[in-house]
């Protein structure tokens, strides 16, 4: 339904009423407003000015219980003026609110029913877009993730149906998939995956001047990004910081979901290894401290190659006997971390000993005590490699012990 239907509800009850109305969604975001009538006050200017209210003052308009009332109310809020409150509803749902600014308590009952009523209306024909919007986003998801299917035909499929879509023109040539992932993926409620997807949603709204498409199953979701050039570090930031704000705020305030960012390609063909690449980008962000909530596919070094052995192999991979050999002999628990320092600082005496803050003898006399439980040489670059690439390993088997099923 066009927004200009819902836009003429709320300028003909403003007219009749002599009173500015607005009509906002259930997350208190403008949908529609009137024109003013002169009894606007900073909070009605802002919400007409940035389509939304800030979150304190969502946080106490919600706490007034809102979303269980079934007939028009006079809510009070901090820092402006009462407002009368006529929830928009149809068959029973909650679609949204209808505003009328209440300055001076002179509402009368006939006025009151004529709010109710228009939010009635107003209830139908929210109702009438809900479901064409979520018919529209099941076809839409189920053709992207046939547009990632591991069979080629059916991905040949898919590229001619978003292409019927109509979504974006051929100029648009730039596709980039960013991945996202609740942290609590194998117990999260089902109330968290109502949050989780409405917080991938509102990310998606983020992307104001471009499409973007997502496709969400319980706690893990991704958004096809579909611009002209390939997306800004700074766009990609506040997708994620608004689908991280918006998650807490409806969900677990604990919780920070966690991001990948696969590669930029260029052709709908290509879409499937640039979403491969975000899920183990992801897949990194949640496994591997230091990496952060955001990981970028072509920033994770070794991670890229090893993320991509199967959970078994790594696991299997990771138990190297020279490494194990020096945990059995550390009585001090400090030779593995030595190690790794060295390898993280290239090898590089003076760095690694200013690092550990231990003086270069020390440093070499563990280095030294290494070579001899190992039989290994540091001087060899073989030896190197299958040292610091079992360290690596053992990062990501300890990480997936304490993350099964990721």
Not at 367 to 380: A, H, P, V
Request: glycine share 8%; hydrophobic share 45%; proline share 4%.
């Amino acid at each position: 339904m066009a927004d200009r239907d819902l836009q003429s509800i709320v300028d003909e009850l403003a007219e009749r009423l002599r009173r500015s109305v607005a009509i906002d969604d259930p997350a208190i975001r403008l949908l529609a407003a009137s024109r003013h009538f002169g009894d606007e006050d900073a909070l009605r200017v802002s919400s007409v000015m940035n389509r939304s209210v800030a979150p304190e003052i969502v946080d106490h308009i919600l706490a007034e219980g809102i979303a269980r009332w079934v007939a028009p109310g006079v809510v009070d809020v901090e820092g402006a003026a009462p407002r009368l409150c006529a929830p928009v509803r149809c068959n029973g749902m909650l679609l949204g609110y209808l505003w009328l600014i209440d300055k001076d308590g002179t509402f009368t009952d006939h006025e009151m029913a004529a709010a109710g009523e228009a939010a009635a209306t107003a209830g139908a024909m929210l109702l009438r877009r809900l479901l064409l919007h979520e018919r529209s986003k099941a076809r839409q998801e189920g053709i992207l993730r046939e547009l990632v299917s591991g069979d080629l035909a059916v991905r040949a499929q898919a590229i001619d149906d978003l292409r019927a879509e109509q979504l974006f023109g051929d100029e648009r040539t730039c596709f980039t998939v960013l991945a996202v992932q609740c942290p609590a993926s194998r117990s999260i409620a089902a109330p968290q995956e109502v949050a989780f997807e409405a917080a991938v949603e509102d990310g998606v709204r983020a992307v104001a001047d471009d499409v973007a498409l997502m496709a969400a199953n319980r706690s893990r979701a991704w958004i096809l990004l579909v611009q002209r050039v390939p997306p800004s570090r700074g766009l990609v930031e506040a997708i994620a910081e608004r689908i991280t704000t918006r998650f807490r705020r409806l969900g677990d305030e604990a919780a920070r979901p966690v991001f990948g960012l696969g590669g930029t390609v260029t052709t709908l063909g290509e879409v499937v290894t640039s979403y491969q690449q975000a899920l183990l980008a992801a897949r990194a962000a949640l496994l591997l401290p230091g990496i952060g909530e955001l990981a970028r596919w072509g920033e994770l070094g070794p991670y890229e190659l090893l993320l991509k052995l199967p959970a078994e192999d790594l696991l299997d991979a990771s138990s190297v006997p020279a490494l194990a050999a020096v945990e059995r002999e550390d009585t001090h628990n400090v030779l593995i971390a030595t190690l790794t320092d060295f390898f993280d600082h290239g090898g590089n005496i003076q760095r690694t000993a200013d690092s550990l803050r231990i003086h270069r003898a020390t440093l070499y006399q563990r280095l030294k005590r290494i070579e001899q439980i190992t039989g290994c040489s540091l001087d060899s670059g073989d030896d190197r490699l299958m040292l610091h690439l079992g360290l690596k390993l053992r990062v990501i088997a300890a990480a997936y012990r304490d993350h099964p099923g990721s």
